[in-house]
């Protein structure tokens, strides 16, 4: 029996001692003195009407509560006592024998035992039930926290792995189908970072009630661990989990943080899978795995489901990753130099772009690693390499008069840009190095700048009085405010390759460009095309003010070496003109 049902027995035990207390007090009473009565006026019924009485008082002893069981033995002892007094003194011949008050004494004792005995008992089986409850109370606190999550109330991963495995178990018995989701807040560590614990805490906590809000009554959501939860759904199939899972987006879209922060929202990414017949759970976790993974190089908050091409594309991007790490710690990065030049072919300096020398594909291009170094945060000791590098390579240069005149442009990602290290370093490397600070030039993008600008006009300022410039790279493909671009302080704009490639073709990017050239000429600040890749493209950009040029048609990205070779053979493309002697204006 368990302990509960146990101490409900005892428990409606007491309950029929007390309604038997109450109803039964006076009934009881009345036999009592019925059996008295007898006792005096029948010599023949004596004993009968005694053992009668004795019984009355057990059985009132058993059902009633031991206050009650005692006051009705003590007022049958008094009655008893009195009328045998009273009887032996009216007519002493009444009690002479021996026996007579041999029977009364032990009806005495029997119920002074009686009543002791049921007492201690009921007081034994009162004190049995609370430490009974207690214990179960404990019992179930204690498998409440060994299956559940303390902080949000979900089942934790253990109970979880067991629920799981008992779908599984189902799934093979029943051939049910069912879909199973691994969920991951994004960027959840800025959270922690930017407000600390105990507002993640309470960031997850609502997260688990809102996503919880979606859910069917059938479905198990249980925390994982950290920031990532396990959504079990029986019965599903992959299209009505995606559906379970947009209702959830919604859900989480209207989670309202604005008491911690007006800026705060937070977005979950999720990977979903089906057990196909005859699959362990462990795989279809895997697989649900790899869907999320998916999901978050997709640029998180969206919702990917497991499929065959994904394995493929999962494994290389695993592969890449461990690869890169390698490369960072075996140095097969190389920094390769694109030169930039004036109207009349002049190189003015280059621009830094990384390489990766892979040890069996070769050279490989950072649109191929840039963007993974760029979500595993890879980019920020990456970037520094970079600099580093570009800074070595001023450094070369300022001792020979050929190239002293040469600026590198080095490009900064969002991420190393948001460094909480990123000023002291990239002084620290001008100040190690002992470069002239205005040949080194930063490019940045415009999406960046505008997050959080107040910081980085800060920050920017700070390099800018150390003499340190900036350009603001792919212009015209982010969402550039004029009234951002007015205050931040910028020295160039780079007019973006996808304008340039189809300036002679396409109406509209030849307005785009040489709207871009007036811009920079009306706030004074310089411009440069990159990707230039024809004369054509060359001469239509400088006809409209352009006055710096990077591309195909001078040259591609090459070792530093070979950069200085090409400063021997510049020139080679300058269209020297009235008009374009009039453009030479600035210099870079
Ligand atoms: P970006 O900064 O806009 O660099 C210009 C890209 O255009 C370079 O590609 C360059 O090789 C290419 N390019 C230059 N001239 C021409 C041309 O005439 N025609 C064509 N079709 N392309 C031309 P690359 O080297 O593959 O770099 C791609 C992007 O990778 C860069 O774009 C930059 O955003 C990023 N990147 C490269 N190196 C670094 C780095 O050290 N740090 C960071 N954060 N990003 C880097
Ligand atoms: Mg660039
Ligand atoms: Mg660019």
């Known amino acids: 029996m368990s302990p509960s049902s146990d101490s409900l027995l005892i428990r409606a035990l007491h309950r029929l001692g007390e309604a038997c207390a109450a109803r039964a007090y006076l009934p009881a009473g009345f036999v009592i003195i019925a059996c008295v009565t007898v006792y005096a006026i029948s010599g023949a019924m004596r004993d009968v009407a005694l053992a009668l009485m004795l019984m009355v008082l057990a059985v009132c002893a058993t059902v009633m509560t031991p206050k009650h069981a005692n006051s009705l033995s003590g007022f049958a002892l008094v009655l008893l006592c009195l009328v045998s007094f009273g009887m032996h003194r009216r007519d002493p011949q009444l009690f002479q024998s021996e026996q007579e008050w041999l029977h009364i004494g032990i009806a005495t004792g029997i119920l002074l035992l009686l009543s002791g005995v049921t007492g201690h008992f009921k007081h034994l089986l009162a004190r049995m039930a609370a430490q009974r409850n ?76 809102h996503a919880r809000a979606a859910l069917r009554t059938t479905d198990v959501l249980s925390r994982w661990g950290g920031e990532e939860f396990c959504l079990l759904m029986p019965n599903t199939s992959l299209q009505a989990g995606m559906r379970v899972l947009e209702r959830m987006r919604g859900q989480i879209a209207a989670l309202d943080l604005s008491r911690i922060d007006r800026d705060l929202h937070i977005t979950f990414s999720a990977g979903l899978a089906a057990l196909s017949h005859g699959e362990s759970m462990t795989e279809a976790i895997e697989r649900a795995d790899k869907a999320l993974y998916q999901a978050k190089a997709a640029g998180r908050n969206t919702v990917r489901y497991f499929d065959a091409d994904m394995e493929a594309a999962v494994t290389a991007r695993i592969l890449l990753e ?160 004029l009234a951002y671009l007015k205050r931040l302080p910028i020295d160039e704009l780079k007019i973006d390759q996808s304008f340039v490639r189809e300036v002679l073709t396409d109406a509209n990017d030849a307005v785009i ?50 950069c200085e070779s090409f400063l021997g053979r510049q020139g080679l493309h300058a269209v020297v003109t009235p008009t374009m002697a009039q453009v030479r204006t600035a210099s870079f």
């Open 134 to 209: 207690e214990l179960a109370e404990t019992v179930t606190r204690f498998q409440e926290l060994a299956t559940h999550d303390e902080l949000t109330g979900l089942p934790n991963r253990t109970h979880m792995r067991e629920l799981l495995g008992r779908e599984a178990q189902r799934h093979k018995r029943e051939g049910q189908i069912l879909c199973l989701a691994m969920l991951d807040i994004d960027l959840f560590k800025r959270v922690n970072d930017s407000y600390g614990h105990p507002v993640g805490d309470r960031v997850l906590y609502k997260f688990a009630q």
């Open 513 to 562: 460009a040489c709207s871009i050239v007036a811009l920079a000429r009306s706030l004074g600040l310089a411009v440069i095309a990159e990707g230039v890749e024809s004369e054509g493209q060359r001469n239509f950009l400088m006809q409209n003010g352009c006055q710096h040029f990077q591309g195909f048609l001078f040259s591609e990205a090459m070792a530093a070496e070979q």
């Open 322 to 481: 461990s690869e890169l790490n390698e490369a960072l710690r075996e140095q097969q990065f190389r920094v390769h130099y694109q030169p930039q030049v004036d109207v009349t072919g002049q190189m003015t300096g280059a621009e830094a772009l990384v390489r990766w020398a892979h040890p069996t594909r070769g050279m490989i291009h950072p649109s191929e690693f840039i963007p993974v170094t760029e979500e595993t945060g890879m980019i920020v000791p990456l970037g520094y390499w970079v600099l580093e590098a570009a800074c070595k390579q001023l450094a070369r240069w300022a001792t020979r008069p050929e190239t002293a005149h040469l600026n590198i442009s080095v490009n900064v990602s969002a991420r190393q840009f948001r460094h909480l290290d990123f000023l002291r370093r990239v002084l620290g490397m001008i100040d190690t190095h002992v470069i002239n600070p205005r040949r080194l030039r930063l490019e940045l993008t415009e999406s960046m700048l505008i997050e959080n600008i107040e910081d980085t006009i800060a920050k920017m300022s700070v390099l800018k009085s150390r003499g340190v410039s900036f350009s603001l790279d792919d212009f015209g493909t982010g969402y550039s405010s």
